[in-house]
C-alpha cells in the first residue's frame, strides 16, 4: 500500500474532528473525500500532510511518515493543492509553480517545458504564467494551486475543494488531466469534493462520519 | 467557618498570578521579539547550501533594489533641501570666508555625523518599515507563511532573511547617498555666493576631517539601525491576526517603535563616540 493511516486522531479544543481513522490505499488511485461546510475535509488532508501539529496517530506514505519530514522529504513525497488562496502573493504565478524545486534545487533543463505542458492538460493559459496571484480569478488559482502541487512528482496529493466554481467541462479537463499525469507517475491522490457525481468517477470514495472516514454509497 | 479559612488561604494566589501576570505580560513582547530574531538568524545556516544561496541571492538583489537603490529620489530631494537650508543658515552666522575655512569640519560634525544617518534612518522607516510590516502582516493575514511550510520552504529564508540583511546594507547606501547630494547642493549654495570657491578644495577640506571612527560609528549605525528596523517591521507585520484592522494597528505601532528606538540608537552611539 502507498498510503497508510493508522489510528488518526485530530482534535482541536473542545472540538474532535477525527479518531481512529485508519485508510490504506494502492498507489496510483485516486481517492474521494465528500465535503461538507465546517466537515473537517480541509483540516483532515492538512493533518494527512503532517501540517497540523495537534494530529497524532501514524501517516505513511511509501513507508515514510508525514509527520516530522525535513523541508527537503516534505517537498518530494507530500503536495497540497489548496482551495483558496495557497499562492505567495510577492510571486508571480510561475515563479510560485517552480519556487519548491527551486528551493531544493531540483530544477530541470526541461522545467519551463514540464510547466507549460501541466498547462495544457489542466486547460491553463500560458500567457498567465508572468501575472500574479491577484490577476487570477479563483478556479485559475486552484489551477495553479493543482499545478505547483503535481509539478513536484510527490508521491502524495491532496487536493482540496477541488471543483468549486468550475464549469462541468472544466471539472472534466482537470478529472482527466489528473488521470492522465497518473499514468507516468506513481502518485497516489486524494480529492475532497462536495459533487457526487465526481466521486462517482473516482478509484474509491469515503465520507466523514462519526469522526472517521466510511465508505461513501451512491 | 471552613469557607472562610479557605478564602483567606487563596488570598496570595490572586497576588501571585497578578504578579506572575504582568511580569510575563511585560516580557512577553520581548521574548516574541527575540523568538522572530532567532528563528531569521537559525534560518541564514541554510546560506551554506549553494542553491538556496542563489535563490537567496535573487530575493535578496530585490528586496535591496527596493529598499536602497530606489530610495535614491526621496534621499537627494531631502539631502538637496538640508544642503541649501544648511549653508543658508550658517551664512547668517559665518562671514563667507569663514565658512568656507570651517566647512570641512561644520559639514563632518552637523551632516556625516549626525543628520546623515538620521535622516536616512527615518527615510528608511517610512518608506520600507510600513511596506515590510504591510507585506508581511498581509502575507500572515492570507496564511502564506503556512502555505510555504507546507511546500517545505522555509519562510524566515525565502521572506525574512532578505529584510533583515537588505536593510542595514541599505542603510549604509543611504548614509552615502544623502551625504554626497547634502554636499553638492551645500557646494552650489556656496558657489552661488562666491563663484570662486574651488568643488576641489572644499572636497578635500571634507575628507580630511573624516576620521576613522566617524565611519566605524556610521557603520555601526547602519548595521544596529538597519537591523533594528528591520526586525521591527517583521516582528510586528507577524503579529497580525484575521481581524482587518490589525494590519494598520501592527504599522502604527511598528512605526512608532521603530522612530522611538531610532533614534534613541543615534543618541545613545553619537554620544558614547564623541562626548569628550
Redesign the interface.
Known amino acids: 500500500m502507498a498510503l497508510i493511516v493508522n489510528n488518526f486522531r485530530l482534535e482541536f479544543p473542545g472540538n474532535l474532528l477525527f479518531e481512529d481513522l485508519c485508510l490504506e490505499l494502492p498507489t496510483q488511485v485516486i481517492c474521494g473525500v465528500e465535503s461538507c461546510v465546517l466537515g473537517g475535509t480541509t483540516s483532515l488532508l492538512k493533518g494527512l500532510a503532517g501540517l497540523i501539529d495537534q494530529a497524532t496517530g501514524e501517516v505513511l506514505i511509501n513507508g515514510i511518515s508525514t509527520f516530522g519530514l525535513s523541508e527537503r522529504e516534505r517537498s518530494q513525497h507530500v503536495a497540497i493543492s489548496y482551495e483558496a488562496g495557497g499562492l505567495i502573493s510577492l510571486f508571480n504565478v510561475y515563479q510560485n509553480i517552480i519556487l519548491p524545486l527551486e528551493y531544493h534545487n531540483r530544477l530541470d533543463k526541461d522545467i519551463s517545458a514540464r510547466v507549460h505542458a501541466l498547462c495544457e492538460m489542466f486547460a491553463l493559459d500560458t500567457q498567465l504564467l508572468l501575472s500574479f496571484p491577484y490577476d487570477l480569478n479563483d478556479v485559475q488559482i486552484r489551477i495553479v494551486n493543482l499545478i505547483r502541487a503535481l509539478i513536484v512528482r510527490p508521491s502524495l496529493c491532496l487536493i482540496d475543494e477541488f471543483d468549486g466554481g468550475m464549469h462541468e467541462e472544466m471539472i472534466e479537463i482537470a478529472f482527466l488531466g489528473l488521470k492522465e499525469f497518473q499514468k507516468t507517475h506513481a502518485t497516489t491522490i486524494i480529492i475532497a469534493t462536495s459533487q457526487d457525481v465526481l466521486l462517482g468517477e473516482m478509484d474509491c470514495a469515503y465520507k466523514i462520519e462519526a469522526h472517521k472516514l466510511v465508505e461513501f454509497k451512491f | 467557618m471552613r469557607e472562610s479559612s479557605s478564602k483567606i488561604q487563596r488570598r496570595p494566589i490572586p497576588l501571585v498570578s497578578t504578579i506572575g501576570g504582568a511580569v510575563i505580560q511585560f516580557f512577553h513582547p520581548l521574548l516574541h521579539f527575540t523568538g522572530t530574531a532567532w528563528v531569521i538568524v537559525k534560518s541564514s545556516r541554510l546560506l551554506l ?4 544561496r542563489r ?1 537567496f541571492q535573487k530575493l535578496f538583489n530585490h528586496q535591496l533594489y527596493s529598499t536602497g537603490v530606489r530610495a535614491l529620489y526621496i534621499n537627494v530631494v531631502v539631502g538637496a533641501l538640508i544642503g541649501v537650508l544648511m549653508i543658508s543658515r550658517l551664512y547668517d552666522y559665518l562671514p563667507g570666508e569663514a565658512l568656507e575655512n570651517q566647512f570641512g569640519s561644520l559639514f563632518v560634525l552637523i551632516v556625516i555625523r549626525e543628520l546623515g544617518p538620521l535622516i536616512s534612518g527615518l527615510i528608511l522607516i517610512a518608506r520600507s518599515g510600513t511596506a515590510v510590516t504591510y ?1 508581511i502582516g ?2 500572515q493575514l ?3 507563511l ?9 519562510p524566515a529564508f ?2 525574512l532573511l532578505p529584510v533583515v540583511i537588505a536593510f542595514p546594507v541599505s542603510l549604509l547606501i543611504m548614509f552615502i547617498y544623502f551625504d554626497v547630494v547634502v554636499f553638492l547642493s551645500s557646494y552650489f549654495m556656496i558657489w552661488l555666493s562666491d563663484p570662486s570657491a574651488r568643488f576641489a578644495g572644499l572636497s578635500m577640506a571634507v575628507l580630511q576631517q573624516i576620521q576613522t571612527s566617524e565611519l566605524l560609528i556610521n557603520a555601526l549605525k547602519a548595521l544596529l539601525g538597519g537591523l533594528m528596523i528591520g526586525l521591527v517591521s517583521i516582528h510586528f507585520g507577524l503579529k497580525v491576526s484575521k481581524d482587518h484592522l490589525s494590519i494598520s494597528n501592527a504599522i502604527s505601532t511598528s512605526v512608532t517603535i521603530q522612530l522611538a528606538v531610532f533614534l534613541a540608537l543615534n543618541v545613545l552611539l553619537s554620544y558614547l563616540a564623541y562626548s569628550r
Open positions: 547550501n549553494s542553491a538556496k535563490l507585506e498581509y502575507l492570507r496564511g502564506e503556512g502555505v510555504l511550510r507546507g511546500l517545505g520552504v522555509n525565502i521572506l
